[in-house]
């Protein structure tokens, strides 16, 4: 038989777990293997790219897609674990697993589309070209990877947060070389400011940072965004960046587009954040790279060509 899909692995991966036990991604191969009778070519068969085995990457991708959706939790690096919500859906029956984690990941989408893109016009219609099938596949691979980039923020703590947003910051270049340019506050009396960015030696020039690990549906108002000026005005600055997790109401993107020079706020929502997160590689790692080449036309036009009689 061929090699199930990603989607197909789930429900096999979720009842490996039913029992409450703790287990590492390698751990799955063999006893969904054996349950789906997979003979040991189709096991090890690996990609044409002979970067990566088949089987255990889609298994991979499957419970990936469980972790995100909330059916399986990470009790540390590499170790899955059903969670009660997976327990659940267990026991209404295999079959909604998929339908769960479908609907569950529509809502983690940072962004959703109101129309297709252009190419995927052109797919409504004909079939795609291999380089367009590759952008496309690339496309989603990474928009997987963003929403992974959130679930995984949402499962740390606040002020690891705040950690991370004032190093993701740095990585982006602000700081510069300045030593110790980056400092989370205190948690417990931080004045409104989570972070700042030190853009000088003698910190004449900071950046301050509002860091609000939310919920992906929770909303950021704009009563929120007038706090976090009110608390630049106290700190005697006019420069701030406003991160979160989820996204900004219409109401706080106009207020900050309407601040007329009083301070310049800078907003950075859930998919931007995923977003500079893998630009930037930060806590990223290159799991391959794939080259594509084509015909040198300088190289091959040099060469006369035949004269056909």
């Known amino acids: 038989m061929a090699i199930p899909k990603f989607d197909e692995l789930r429900i096999s991966s979720l009842k490996l777990l039913a029992n409450g036990s703790s287990m590492k991604l390698k751990e799955f191969i063999s006893p969904i293997a054996q349950e789906l009778e997979l003979t040991q070519e189709e096991v090890n068969q690996m990609y044409p790219s002979g970067n990566a085995n088949i089987f255990y990457d889609r298994i991979s991708w499957a419970l990936s897609y469980l972790y995100m959706s909330g ?30 984690v479908d609907n569950e990941i529509a809502k983690r989408e940072p962004v959703k ?16 070209t291999p380089q367009e099938e590759l952008y496309s596949s690339f496309d989603n691979i990474r928009d997987s990877i963003y929403n992974e980039i959130l679930t995984t923020i949402l499962s740390k703590t606040p002020q690891a947060f705040e950690k991370l947003v004032v190093h993701l910051l740095q990585k982006m270049g602000y700081g510069g070389e300045i030593k110790n340019s980056g400092i989370v506050t205190k948690y417990s009396n931080d004045g409104g400011i989570d972070g700042i960015i030190k853009e000088d030696i003698l910190g004449f020039g900071r950046i ?4 609000k690990r939310y919920q992906l549906e929770n909303s950021v108002s704009r009563a929120e965004i007038q706090k976090f000026v009110g608390a630049l005005a106290t700190a005697q600055s006019n420069k701030g960046v406003f991160i979160t997790t989820s996204y900004f109401t219409k109401g706080a993107i106009e207020y900050v587009e309407n601040l007329f020079g009083n301070a310049t706020i800078v907003l950075i929502d859930g998919k931007d954040l ?9 806590g990223m790692q290159i799991e391959q790279t794939i080259q594509i080449k084509k015909l040198d036309s300088d190289f091959w036009d040099e060469m006369p060509d035949e004269i056909k009689k």
């Open 208 to 211: 301050n940072i509002q860091a």
């Open 113 to 128: 589309r109101n129309k297709l893109s252009e190419v995927e016009n052109v797919a409504s219609k004909e079939r795609l």
């Open 71 to 100: 059916l399986v939790e990470k009790p540390s690096r590499g170790v899955y674990k059903i969670s009660q919500k997976g327990l659940e859906i267990l026991e209404k029956g295999p079959e909604f697993i998929n339908e769960y």
């Open 274 to 282: 995923a977003r500079y997160i893998y630009d930037f590689g930060l």
